[in-house]
């Protein structure tokens, strides 16, 4: 066993009945810790938890032996609703089949341990929440087992549990059973978990809870909330972004059957329908003039020399050691290259929505969100209302990949402003073509790196320019996000790079570019475009030193031996160096990311043009695996995400308008395009990572090396589309 | 008023003919299984079946359902095919957000119905008009494999 935890030095766990009967484990955060965001973290006991059955509460059981479990965070295909029970049921030797999920409310005590407001991001949540889960699952096993020593009348050491039973020598008790007297003794002070060799449930591959709705089409998503009086609303919004409404006629939108109310709320003009038909029809009888306004004239081609000439200079400075500049003006040999990488949506397949009932001093929000903080506030602030007068039923993201999380809370407010401007409950919802062209992009960028190579064939010195937007500018991360200029998501990847460790002259500096286009975190954020640049050079410089590309990143990642485990075994398991079929070639890629380390080999063809990739192996060190399946199942995501991205997906502007609009010209992985996937796990006893986007950074530049040994020519913008035709 | 055969029941709707079968399932059934992706038959979210052949619900109007079957994922499992399909994908663990997954079983249900023993090419064809964002591909193509062995 190891040694108890005093839980109350962390968190603050509160053990109470359920009216309905039962047992209910609350917890509360006395402060949120880095990340806070102003007004973000008060102390429960607010009028919120007085309205709400437990508004803290992460596990009830009830007298059913049912054991319902609240996800602090959003379930959105990663498999939370899954791992976070699985630590609870761990600690508390529970029945598994009697588990039930349910979203969490918005509510302080459901703040990101390590962010200090209610988010799923950052591929976070288990690492994160593995000590507060696993602490509920042990306190309430102490609970019940302090229940049955008192009904029982023996020592509390003389008791064990198993699956959902408290365990004498000759009898056995139900959890339910116990629920009502453990909810009447008092709280444990410190808990003790259990020693990881003893575990049933963590690290074994346990099939989703969520499987069987999803299977027979009763989960409920945002998309499918229904209740008497909701109404459907669409948004005409600006062709540009920063355009506003000069004038509208609503008079043809009113004619179509079915459309109630035509309103104009500050991101446009709302028409209010009984149905999404009779409101997308009345969209387009809408008529708007409207002024562009200032970015009236964006254009892709304009922009990306406007990039190219700001890289000709360095910006300001993200990292820098020794003097590079003599140093390349000294090399043995110098490579010298551009990469560039477009926007990119992150068109989850379930469209934005959002429904909103507004009452007398209350607003009821029911949304796939991945922000719950923000969103609560935003509605709030639009309301004149305060954030826990707000109440968000979180459902099933239909996809997240980071858009459902957004500091400007940009949908929500949006539906907000049309409920209020409506006076009725409205759910706002997006068309594919709103979500391809509404903005809140992975920023567009463009690295250019000059490297000296000395005589044995690595690098002495580097430099490298990144031009791009920022993503954290003026957004509450602002504060601890830019430092000095340099918002650290733009060069993550590239001033932490490991390569640069290896070289004792380098200069890593950022143009941050203002355009007007909105842009946000994309599934892995900085690194979705890093790795491509920083895994592209050193398989250029390992050519162009006549090495083999793993050698050459085996000799540079030395002193990385958590890189170098993944590159290994993925190396290994694809079999790197032994001979492939006619016109087939590898390339390799490793990168960490989110507390993880990635390695990918990609077996790629190249036939008159046309890339195919066949297969590709992964290997991962998360540290512990707790959900092994979920974990594969999240490589395999992020490798289907990121291989859509570098072959086909780009967001272009003209006269200020973007080019694509739905599935058919914004362009994502099918399955006729998908590889064989194998993913390999490194065993490791290693600090936790997460597993939801570093998967995906070494994609890209794992195809195009394999791109490069098939063909010679390497590709230094993504999408790769037609290069090679 | 137009009567829809929905699932084996006859239902009346009171709305224009020409309103795809998708938003008459969703909207006035409250059917919410089948999912609205992308409104012109590119992501296949929407696939139902009509008269047991696959369709894009997003651009199919009510009025061409007159007089046929409308199946949706709320009934498939009362289809020998489907029930195999959806055990195959339980076994499997296919689903992650599970947005996409009523129009990927839909489109796997037909697929197995006409062909019972599916090479990878011919899942490749009649697959890749869904689109999963979430890349549960391989997963899929080796459920769609589970449910042949299953059915044969």
Not at chain 1, 204 to 216: C, F, V, W, Y
Request: aromatic share 6%; glycine share 8%.
């Amino acid at each position: 066993m190891t040694a108890p935890l005093n839980i109350s030095r962390r968190t603050f766990i509160k053990a109470s009945a359920l009216v309905v009967g039962g047992l209910v484990i609350a917890f509360s955060i006395p402060q949120a810790k880095r990340f806070l965001l102003p007004g973000a973290a008060k102390e429960t006991g607010s009028a919120d938890e007085a309205k709400l059955p437990a508004p803290n509460a992460f596990l009830r059981i009830g007298t059913d032996n049912t054991i319902t479990v609240m996800l602090a965070h959003s379930e959105m295909g990663q498999s939370i609703w899954t791992t976070l029970p699985m630590l609870i049921a761990e600690e508390l030797d529970a029945d598994w089949s009697k588990i039930k999920v349910e979203h969490a409310s918005a509510s302080p005590a459901y703040l990101h341990t390590a962010y200090g407001i209610q988010i799923t991001g950052g591929s976070s949540t288990t690492w994160s929440e593995f000590d507060r889960y696993r602490q509920a699952g042990a306190l309430t096993r102490q609970l019940l087992i302090g229940a049955a020593a008192e009904q029982l009348g023996v020592p509390a050491a003389n008791l064990k549990t198993e699956n959902g039973f408290v365990i004498s020598d000759d009898t056995k008790i139900s959890y339910g059973d116990l629920a009502e007297a453990a909810a009447k003794l008092e709280t444990p002070k410190a808990v003790t978990l259990k020693d990881p060799k003893d575990w049933k449930v963590i690290g074994k591959a346990t099939k989703r809870l969520d499987g069987p709705e999803k299977i027979n089409g009763t989960a409920v998503f945002g998309q499918d909330i229904h209740f008497d009086g909701l109404m459907t609303a669409m948004v005409a919004r600006s062709p540009v972004f920063g355009g506003s409404v000069k004038s509208f006629d609503a008079s043809a939108a009113k004619q179509v059957k079915g459309v109630q109310q035509v309103v104009q709320v500050p991101t446009g003009v709302a028409v209010v329908a009984d149905n999404y038909w009779a409101a997308k029809q009345g969209r387009e009888a809408l008529k708007v003039e409207w002024d562009l306004g200032p970015n009236a004239s964006l254009d892709s081609k304009a922009m990306l020399e406007d990039f190219r000439s700001k890289a000709a200079n360095p910006g300001l400075v993200a990292a820098q050691l020794g003097d590079s500049k003599t140093t390349l003006s000294k090399a043995e040999k110098l490579i010298e290259a551009e990469y560039v990488l477009p926007y990119l949506a992150h068109s989850p397949m379930e469209p934005l929505n959002c429904s909103v009932r507004i009452e007398k001093d209350a607003c009821e929000i029911w949304t796939g969100t991945q922000m719950q903080t923000t969103d609560q506030q935003a509605a709030a602030k639009i309301l004149g209302l305060k954030p826990e007068q707000v109440r968000i039923h979180t459902l099933f993201l239909g996809g997240g990949f980071g858009r459902r999380a957004n500091p400007a809370a940009d949908f929500v407010s949006e539906a907000v402003q049309v409920a209020k401007a409506a006076g009725v409950p409205v759910k706002t919802v997006w068309s594919r073509e709103d979500d391809v062209q509404g903005g809140y992009y992975r920023p567009m960028y463009l690295h250019k790196a000059k490297i000296g190579l000395g005589a044995d064939g690595f690098p002495t010195a580097w430099e490298q320019v990144t031009v791009g937007q920022s993503i954290m500018l003026g957004t509450p991360f602002e504060a601890f996000m830019i430092k000095d200029g340099v918002d650290a998501t733009s060069v993550e990847g590239i001033a932490d790079s490991p390569y640069l460790k290896k070289i004792p002259n380098y200069h890593v500096s950022l143009h941050t570019v203002k355009t007007g286009i909105p842009v946000l975190w994309w599934r892995s954020v900085g690194h979705s475009h890093s790795a491509f640049v920083m895994e592209s050079l050193v398989d250029e410089l390992a050519h162009s030193a006549k090495k083999d590309p793993l050698d050459y990143r085996r000799e540079l990642l030395k002193g990385h031996p958590r890189h170098l485990a993944a590159l290994n075994l993925a190396a290994e398991k694809a079999e790197w160096g032994k001979p492939l079929p006619k016109g087939v070639s590898r390339g390799i890629a490793v990168h960490e990311s989110f507390g993880s380390f990635v390695a990918q080999v990609a077996e790629v063809s190249v036939d008159q043009g046309a890339v195919k990739v066949h297969r590709m192996v992964c290997a991962i060190d998360c540290g512990l695996a707790v959900n092994p399946d979920s974990l594969k199942a999240q490589m395999e995501s992020s490798i289907s995400f990121g291989l859509g991205a570098a072959m086909q997906s780009e967001i272009t502007f003209k006269e200020g308008k973007v080019q694509q609009s739905n599935f058919h010209d914004y362009l994502v992985m099918r399955m006729s395009d998908m590889p064989k996937v194998e993913v390999h796990i490194v065993q490791s006893t290693e600090k936790m990572g997460g597993v939801g986007e570093p998967g995906l950074p070494p994609v890209a530049p794992a195809v195009t090396n394999a791109i490069f040994a098939a063909t010679g020519k390497r590709i230094r913008q993504l999408p790769i589309g037609n290069q090679l035709a | 008023m137009i009567i829809l055969n929905i699932n084996g029941k006859e239902a009346q709707l009171d709305v224009s003919d020409d309103m795809p079968i998708l938003w008459a399932l969703r909207d006035v059934m409250h059917l919410t299984g089948t999912k609205f992706g992308c409104g012109m038959a590119q992501c296949g979210a929407c696939t139902v079946h009509l008269d047991g052949q696959a369709i894009r619900s997003c651009i199919t109007p009510i009025a061409a359902a007159v007089g046929k079957k409308i199946t949706t994922i709320e009934d498939v499992q009362n289809d020998k095919v489907g029930q195999a399909v959806q055990a195959a994908w339980s076994e499997v663990d296919v689903v992650q957000c599970g947005y996409c997954q009523s129009g990927q079983i839909m489109a796997a249900t037909a697929l197995l119905t006409t062909n019972q023993k599916p090479t990878d090419a011919d899942i490749d064809a009649a697959m890749s008009g869904n689109i999963c964002r979430c890349g549960t591909y391989p997963r899929i193509r080796a459920a769609i494999h589970a449910a042949a062995t299953k059915l044969a």
